[in-house]
């Protein structure tokens, strides 16, 4: 089992960077696709980047295509997400996920972090 914790979120205004960290524990990281999503208040949670797990591969949603780029060091179990130009419409806790096999947006996802809040004002 792999225990995951997210930080580094905060409060930033429109236009802003933040980059957001998810620490790995529990079990090796390496070979393990994982990802990030999010969920604003009253809205369900959504994709917005995953990774393979050696890091060669990455798909995004439409929405953060462009601004947001997800990394990954294994050497270090540790996850990345860098969120640039960032927009009101990005507010939403964000949680990092281990998938059970492969990886991508449709992926089994069976391990989750407690989550990290992101605040972009306008």
């Known amino acids: 089992q792999v225990q995951l914790v997210e930080s580094g979120g905060g409060l930033v205004q429109a236009g802003g960077s933040l980059r957001l960290s998810c620490a790995a524990s529990?079990?090796?990281?390496?070979?393990?696709?994982a990802g990030w999503f999010r969920q604003a208040p009253g809205k369900e949670r959504e994709f917005v980047a995953a990774?393979?797990?050696?890091?060669?591969?990455?798909d995004y949603a439409d929405s953060v295509k462009g601004r947001f780029i997800i990394s990954r060091d294994n050497a270090k179990n540790t996850l990345y997400l860098q969120m640039n130009s960032l927009k009101p419409e990005d507010t939403a806790v964000y949680y990092c996920?281990?998938?059970?096999?492969?990886?991508?947006?449709?992926?089994?996802?069976?391990?989750w972090g407690q989550g990290t809040q992101v605040t972009v004002s306008s």
């Open positions: 996920a281990a998938a059970r096999g492969g990886w991508g947006q449709y992926a089994v996802y069976d391990t």
């Open positions: 990774i393979s797990g050696s890091g060669g591969g990455a």
């Open positions: 529990g079990r090796t990281f390496s070979n393990i696709g």
